[in-house]
Each structure stands twice: as structure tokens, then as C-alpha cells.
């Protein structure tokens, strides 16, 4: 496994998760990891996905870098991190975040469309310089969920797209962007749920899924649903929206997908 530094004479202690099926009881609350942000992720996925798939030094590159989910656990964890995203306030939060390391400086974070191919090239170029790199080992992409959440109020921002086609052409501008920037035969991941819309389940994930084995040379290594058991927002006081499920003729989301693929271009 050149791919990453995992010890595999004591395979029996790892706790990385090989099955398909991740079914996390809460959060990862530690450190810097607030739950300040909708969009964010929990910790736990980019821990399990950083440590498989890299080796410590090595660089990940994420277009949607939200609060810092990824950053944080980059630098817990010993990696190099590029990161854009379009929201100027959380990037701001971000910095002043990292402002009490003086050890970690190995990332570089700044504001940038990264559907802009000219903004993503000019700041790929300030990290390439800060890090004396030519290219990155992983990328890590948790686009929105197409409306569902606005972010910003930036009419480039993909969270105001309510078209699940124009949603996944834009997404696609997004992946040349980054993925031309991955070593070949490295990974890259992405995390999204699906959406529901005028009554029926609009499958998102599988959308986006397979846009990528359209247009690029891929493998697809593996599909993981992620649960996790103390998602607030579908508690509810008393239950509501179970209730709301048994009287109607829906079922409640609580999954994520997490596609990994091996970049063969």
C-alpha cells in the first residue's frame, strides 16, 4: 500500500473502517471541531478517509472547505492542506482558528470560486510555492446539497442552484478544476447526500456518480453510506419526525454517500 503509511503488522488494532456501511454514534467534538456550521461534516470522515489514502506530509486538496472540518484533522494528523471556499466569513473563521499553532503552517486556505478556473489556478500556484509541491495525493470534495442550504448570497455559489442537471454540470466544472491537480492512480472522495424535492426522492449522490464515471477516467473503489445516530436535526422533540414519516409516505434521511475513486488520467 504505497498509497499511505498504515502499519499493517498490527492490522488487528487499526481503526479504519474497511466495511461499506458507517454507522457513527455522534460527532467528533474535540478540539477545534465545532458544530458552528451547517454544511460541515463530522471529523470522523475525513480522518478515515485522510488516513487511508495518504501518507503524513503529503498534500490534500478540498474545494469546499466549509468551517475547517478537513483542515483540523490535517493538522492533527500531519498533511499539507490547500483549501478554497467561497464563503468569506469562513474563511475568516478558519484562520483565526489556526492562529494558535505556531508549529502547523503547512496549509494555505483563502477565498475562491472554485468553479473559476483562472481564480483555482492562481491560488493553486500561492500554495505551490508556499509548499515547493507540483500536485496533491487527495482531494476532498462535500459540495451543498444543491438548494437546500443557501450558503451565501454569491450567485456563483452552487448552493442556490435548484436544478439537479445544471447542479451536476457545475459540479463537473468543479471536479476539472481539481482533479487535474491529483497525482495519477491517487484517490479522491466525495461526500454528499441525496435531496427532496416536490414529493419525491431526487437520488443526487447517484447523479453525481455517475457524471464522474462519464467524464473521467475512474475507478469507482467503493460506496459507503455513513449514518450517524445523533443527527439533531431528524430527532426532533418527541419524535416529530417519525411522525411526520408514519403519516405521510416518506422516509427519513439520515445517510450520506461517500464515493472514493482512483484517478487512472
Not at 174 to 197: E, P, T
Request: aromatic share 14%; net charge neutral; proline share 2%.
Amino acid at each position: 500500500m504505497k498509497f499511505n503509511d498504515l502499519n499493517l503488522e498490527n492490522w488487528k488494532e487499526l481503526d479504519v473502517n474497511t466495511d461499506s456501511l458507517w454507522l457513527i454514534k455522534e460527532r467528533d467534538k474535540s478540539g477545534k471541531h465545532k458544530n458552528i456550521y451547517h454544511g460541515n461534516f463530522i471529523p470522523q470522515i475525513p480522518n478515515q478517509l485522510i488516513r487511508r489514502y495518504t501518507k503524513e506530509d503529503e498534500t490534500i486538496l478540498e474545494p469546499f472547505a466549509g468551517s475547517g472540518t478537513t483542515l483540523f484533522e490535517c493538522e492533527k494528523l500531519n498533511r499539507k492542506y490547500i483549501g478554497f471556499d467561497i464563503n468569506d466569513e469562513m474563511i475568516s473563521y478558519i484562520k483565526t482558528n489556526m492562529q494558535d499553532n505556531l508549529l502547523y503552517k503547512d496549509f494555505y486556505i483563502e477565498n475562491c470560486n472554485s468553479l473559476d478556473e483562472i481564480q483555482v489556478e492562481a491560488n493553486f500556484q500561492k500554495a505551490k510555492e508556499k509548499f515547493g509541491i507540483n500536485s496533491v495525493q487527495f482531494v476532498l470534495m462535500h459540495p451543498p446539497y444543491m438548494d437546500i442550504v443557501k450558503f451565501t448570497d454569491k450567485k456563483e455559489d452552487l448552493s442556490h442552484i435548484d436544478n439537479i442537471q445544471e447542479f451536476v454540470d457545475k459540479f463537473k466544472i468543479v471536479c476539472q478544476n481539481s482533479l487535474k491537480y491529483l497525482d495519477k492512480n491517487r484517490y479522491f472522495s466525495i461526500v454528499i447526500g441525496d435531496v427532496y424535492k416536490n414529493s419525491e426522492v431526487l437520488p443526487l449522490g447517484f447523479y453525481v456518480m455517475d457524471m464522474i464515471k462519464r467524464n473521467f477516467k475512474v475507478k469507482l473503489k467503493g460506496i459507503i453510506v455513513k449514518n450517524i445516530e445523533g443527527n439533531r436535526g431528524k430527532l426532533g422533540s418527541g419524535g416529530i419526525w417519525r411522525y411526520r414519516a408514519l403519516s405521510s409516505d416518506y422516509y427519513i434521511f439520515k445517510h450520506e454517500y461517500i464515493f472514493v475513486f482512483k484517478k487512472e488520467f
